[in-house]
């Protein structure tokens, strides 16, 4: 059974950098994308980003200029780095396994392992 | 505010049947494939359904999916306190063209 651990610190401040880390546990990061999803308090889901194992990225365009997504599959883990971080970044940052394909009938793209999220807030 | 529109809301008795919409548009649900995710209180989401009718292993098949146009439709009989939860819908979109797109989620109440 595939098992994601999101790490990182918990509070960051205005301005600056949000890094976190997804270590994945019970099954390669070969042959999959790996994404971050986020969730402000009492909100909806919303995507960040994905990679592939291969390192190819895409993120979502309202987040695209301060987003970078990494992947080290030497040690199963990826990671997300968030620039200029403001209070509006607060939320609770899920990693999860993406899996997906376009075929005739459309593409087909969604997340079958989810970690159990890590909440992080923005403040001085 | 998302381009998949549900309803905030759905409340229905233990042992009844409920359905959840999903509204999209051409450039999402109508070409797409859609997934569901469900959302316990206080744990991360879990996927329900995938390629707009398709349930993973171990999840109970009082858990239906079906999509139609640019519509999709979750559907739970039996339904159990359990249940209580946030559903949410996932599709990819055309233009968006990077990443899942999310439903707002729905709040199911068992009353």
């Known amino acids: 059974q595939v098992q994601l651990q999101e790490s990182g610190p918990g509070l960051v401040k205005p301005s600056e950098t949000l890094s976190l880390t997804c270590t994945v546990s019970g099954g390669s990061i070969s042959g999959y994308y790996w994404s971050w999803i986020r969730q402000p308090a009492g909100k909806g889901l919303e995507s960040i980003g994905r990679?592939?194992?291969?390192?190819?990225?895409n993120y979502n365009p309202s987040l695209k200029s301060r987003v970078t997504m990494s992947v080290d599959t030497s040690k199963n883990q990826f990671s997300l780095r968030l620039t200029s971080v403001t209070a509006a970044d607060t939320a609770v940052y899920y990693c999860?396994?993406?899996?997906?394909?376009?075929?005739?009938?459309?593409?087909?793209?969604?997340?079958?392992?989810w970690g159990p999220g890590t909440p992080v807030t923005v403040s001085s | 505010q998302s381009a998949l529109t549900q309803p905030p809301s759905v409340s229905a008795a233990p042992g009844q049947k409920v359905t959840i919409s999903c509204s999209g548009s051409s450039s999402n649900i109508a070409n797409n494939y859609v997934s569901w995710y469900q959302q316990l209180p206080g744990t991360a989401p879990k996927l329900l359904i995938y390629?707009?009718?398709e349930r993973p292993s171990g999840i109970p098949d009082r858990f239906s999916g079906s999509k139609s146009g640019t519509s999709a439709t979750l559907g739970i009989t039996g339904l159990q306190t359990g249940d209580e939860a946030d559903y949410y819908c996932g599709t990819w979109d055309d233009n968006l063209n990077t990443v899942l797109l999310f439903g707002g989620g729905t709040k199911l109440t068992v009353l």
């Open positions: 390629e707009n009718n």
């Open positions: 990679i592939y194992a291969g390192g190819s990225t």
């Open positions: 999860a396994r993406g899996r997906g394909h376009c075929i005739g009938g459309g593409c087909s793209y969604y997340f079958d392992f």
